[in-house]
């Protein structure tokens, strides 16, 4: 028995070392499920793959709690892959090295999966255990959550029984959650020509790695740097005086993770190279004064590449770079009717190039729609200044919250009847799948718990142990005190 399987509640430690041994990263979640699906069905349990790919297991009530309302409760299957730099591992193949590090869980110098991981093996634990009582019971676990909320879309009237979903997505012991952002993906297009490189001109890589990452929901209000505006930041400022020439600029790997590292290659003139060490330096000290509390491991860097066959042209260049600097990025607003969470956000997520252009993938986030809207048409003023084009998809309502609702008031009650003390009710900045159950699941009455994660979306993810058990305690209690239909 290993380690994590040591920890209690054991079932729960055990399926999450299951998960972590079989790769699921986003888009590659098949091989989980249809092990999940096996092992329900060789227990007895009913179990559906619907028609996107998303497996519903079904378990019937304990013997003398038939008359209590139906209970779904819902896990995505899928986890985003982040690794820190020079770090050999392949998400879709290699399984996740969990271990215990003190009071957390933690991966080996990659992301943990501990979102949604965990709120997925107490869910499986559940389904294992015939001691614990509990009315109708349904598991939903959808695919792609993170990379684009694949099986929350595509989940269809019909499906589900219950009356009641409990999602397990949140990462705040302490806190319950009745509402969450909505978002809408950003790319911006801009087309660059090339040119020759001029005469005696050098070749770099200018890279800016170490940084920490995280998600641009939960994480977007720490200060945590972006990689690509830091970088633009620097370009923007010094490309004119030193006569650099840009061939690529590639930052971040996830429109949904803060990016931890970007790389850019030029060409200067030789007699530049001696300056640009200098401001590259300067620039160092800059950023470790300025995000010394946080970046400790940041790390700016210059080295020598092959020459390109081309770079941009001068005046696409130019505009490359103020659409990178001025690009809004961060919180751009805060709640006045939720003190404390973040209203509307964007994360400067992925830039990438090709021949002909160079693409910069934001996500947009936030509790109002009128606040998504202001962030896209932003966006969209950029693009008409730079010779940009917008293009907005993969959009997901919000979670709005319900004051009134019953199952809140059962998790509320219930909490302080465990722990002595009213949990927190909160709306999440980050995307939860429930907005997009209500279409076709109007009537679902919905809560969000979870333990304690920090982190998500980078290799500094890590789950507090003591918060859940805790989180463990509360969902059995929830199961026993949940309502007559």
Known sequence: MSALSTLSPQGLWTWFETICSIPH?????????????????????????DGV?????????????????????????????????????????????????GDWVTAKDTTLGAD??????????????DSIEHGPLEVLLTIDEEAGMTGAFGLQAGL???????????????????????????????????EAVPADHVSLQ????????????????????????LLGRFLFSHAAELGLRLSKFKGGSLRNAIPREAFVDLALPAANVAELERLVAHYSDVLSNELQAIE??????????????????????TRLLALIHAGPNGVIRMSDAFPGV??????????????????????????????????????????????????????????????????????????QGL????????????????????????????????????FPHSPDEKVEIATVEKYWQLLLAVLKAIPAK
Not at 426 to 440: D, N, S
């Open 342 to 415: 973040v209203e509307t956000s964007l994360n400067m997520g992925v830039i990438t190039t090709k021949e002909d252009s160079v693409r910069v993938m934001c996500l947009i986030r936030s509790t109002v729609d009128s606040g998504r809207s202001m962030v896209e048409n932003m966006l969209q003023a950029l693009a008409d200044l730079a010779g940009a084009e917008l293009k907005l998809s993969g959009a997901y309502p919000g979670w709005q919250p319900d004051p009134t609702s019953p199952i809140m008031a059962v998790v509320r009650e219930t909490y």
């Open 296 to 317: 400790t491991d940041l790390s700016l860097s210059l080295s020598a590449i092959d020459m390109p066959a081309e770079v941009f042209a001068a005046a696409d260049q």
């Open 206 to 229: 200018l890279a800016l790695t170490g940084l920490k990452g995280g998600h641009s929901g939960c994480d977007i209000h720490t200060g945590r740097g972006n990689a690509n505006k």
């Open 53 to 101: 790919g998303n497996l519903v297991i079904r378990k019937p009530a304990s013997a003398g709690l038939e008359h209590l309302k139906g209970v779904i409760i819902q896990a995505h299957l899928d986890m985003v892959p982040q690794k820190n730099s020079g770090t050999d591992h392949r998400f879709d193949r290699d399984p996740i090295q969990a271990y215990i590090d």
């Open 25 to 49: 990263p986003s888009k590659r979640e098949i091989a989980l499920r249809d092990h999940i699906q096996q092992w329900a069905e060789n227990k007895g349990l009913e179990t559906v793959i």
């Open 419 to 454: 722990f002595g003390k009213l949990p927190n009710i909160q709306v999440i900045h980050a995307g939860l799948e429930c907005g997009l159950f209500k279409e076709p699941y109007p009537a679902l009455d919905m809560v969000s718990i979870g333990p304690t994660i920090r």
């Open 116 to 129: 949604n991981g965990i709120g997925m093996a107490s869910a499986l634990a559940v389904l294992g255990d």
């Open 160 to 194: 589900l029984q219950g009356d009641i979903l409990i999602n397990t997505d949140s990462e705040e012991e302490g806190e319950v959650y009745m509402g969450c952002a909505g978002g809408v993906d950003a790319e911006l297009t801009l087309p660059v020509g090339r």
